[in-house]
């Protein structure tokens, strides 16, 4: 079988083609003759002798060394996510999302330097900047993602990077991704993109301006809540630093797990569209609800952020939060306890669908909530990730939890 060519092809040729190269998928005699390549449980490399340890080969996926630097399965997967990326050189995976995050940061940051973070980052980003960097001599300090202005008047002499992500954590504004990068590069500041929600099928982050652009496979690339990973691809400029950094923090995926990822991969794209037709089909039916003051759903027009949403991406997901119209937390609660098809749980991008609560003014430090033009009491939100049910089982679900928080307000 020749080589899939992923230049060329579309989205859905390359994620069944990508990573499947001849020589990792059979052995010498018959390359290619299994679809998969195989789980390479190894901690051990052999060498055939003195002479090929001593010429132990470069430092790049591709060649056997030492079950740290990973083997056939794990550099499939990283392959793969490459030639998912428009502009990048490499991927680098990690044992979680987080992991990728901090490994990034670690990459691009020196004690006195100062990192300015989206003031809507997923919650473990925001506690890196008052914990683990903090304490390596790292200043944090967050911006308002909608501000343009704001931002570029915060990066100072001392700040090397940004942290984006769009849409944003819980609250899920989407920010113009190519100014706040136009601004960082013109001052020399490193742009690191958490680009988990839309993945490089929804948003291509390297061409909008990110260097490094990250995604916690746990939710999309797995998609079946059942084993956690994070991945950080870049282009030339950061790739090797961002590899050598991970191997001196140790870190390493394990081959079962990259096997995992590699099969989430080949349904991305269906998963991808299906949660995205159904998230938007609830997201119309809850904005016409009276219990509902806002929904925030990239997707849906008049959402914040749908116009850049528009603009910028080719896709979206099956995350979105709404906000209802007053109440209590515990009529909120009273909602969620009240759903039989959703879970209750912190992940999302799964096949299954999940409901949490959404109070984002406890962590939030340089942007409002209520967001501009809500209500003060219109504060209790929750975020929905939409699996592959049926759009109306989900609907008369939903229905129901209101139902049930009408009685609790
Ligand atoms: C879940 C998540 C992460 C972290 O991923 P893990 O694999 O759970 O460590 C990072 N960023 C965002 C936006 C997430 O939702």
Redesign the pocket.
């Known amino acids: 079988m020749a080589e899939h060519d992923n230049e060329t092809h579309g989205t859905g040729t390359r994620l069944v083609g990508a990573g499947r190269r001849a020589a990792w998928t059979g052995t010498a005699d018959h390359p290619g003759a299994v679809v998969n390549p195989p789980v390479y449980r190894a901690s051990t490399h052999l060498y055939p002798d003195m002479a090929a340890l001593r010429s132990a080969p470069a430092n790049v996926d591709g060649n056997f060394y030492y079950g740290r630097r990973g083997a056939p399965t794990q550099w499939a997967l990283a392959e793969a996510l490459t030639a998912l990326e428009p502009g990048a050189e490499g991927t680098v995976l990690y044992p ?4 990728a ?1 901090m490994g990034a940061l670690l990459t691009v940051l020196r004690p006195g330097d100062v990192l300015l973070m989206t003031d809507n980052a ?1 919650e ?2 925001r506690a890196m900047g008052r914990g683990l960097l903090k304490d390596f001599g790292v200043e944090t300090r967050w911006f308002d993602p909608l501000d343009v202005a704001g931002f570029e008047a915060a990066i100072c002499a001392r700040t090397k990077a940004v942290l984006l ?1 769009a849409p944003g ?1 819980l609250t899920m504004e989407v920010c113009d991704v190519p100014a706040l990068a136009a601004a960082a590069k013109a001052r020399g500041v490193t742009v690191v993109m ?1 680009n ?2 839309a993945s490089p099928l929804g948003f291509p982050a390297l061409e909008r301006g990110a260097d490094i652009a990250i995604m ?4 999309h690339v797995g998609g079946h809540s059942d084993a ?3 991945s950080a691809s870049a282009g030339p400029k950061w790739q090797r630093k961002l590899r050598l950094r991970a191997q001196g923090l140790g870190n390493v995926v394990s081959p079962d797990d990259a096997s995992l990822m590699l099969r989430g991969l080949r349904t991305m794209a269906l998963r991808l569209a299906q949660e995205t037709a159904s998230a938007l089909a609830l997201a119309q039916w809850l904005e016409a609800r009276p219990e509902v003051a806002r929904v925030l759903c990239p997707m849906l027009p008049g959402s914040p952020g749908h116009d850049l949403w528009a603009r910028d991406f080719h896709g979206g997901c099956g995350l979105f939060s709404f906000v209802l119209k007053g109440g209590t937390s515990a009529a909120r609660d009273a909602l969620i306890d009240a759903l039989s098809l959703f879970g209750i749980g912190y ?2 991008g799964g096949f299954e669908s999940l409901a949490t609560p959404v109070d984002p003014a406890a962590i939030r430090t340089a942007s409002a909530w209520p967001l501009p033009g809500m209500d003060a009491a219109d504060r209790f939100g929750v975020r929905l990730s939409i699996g592959l049910e049926d759009t109306a089982d989900l609907i008369a679900d939903l229905e129901r939890g209101l139902a049930a928080w009408g009685a609790a307000a």
Do not use: H, N, Q, R
């Open positions: 979680s999302g987080v992991a995050i997923y473990p980003s992500e954590s958490d988990t929600w916690s496979l746990t939710k956690m990973m994070g992940s999302w």
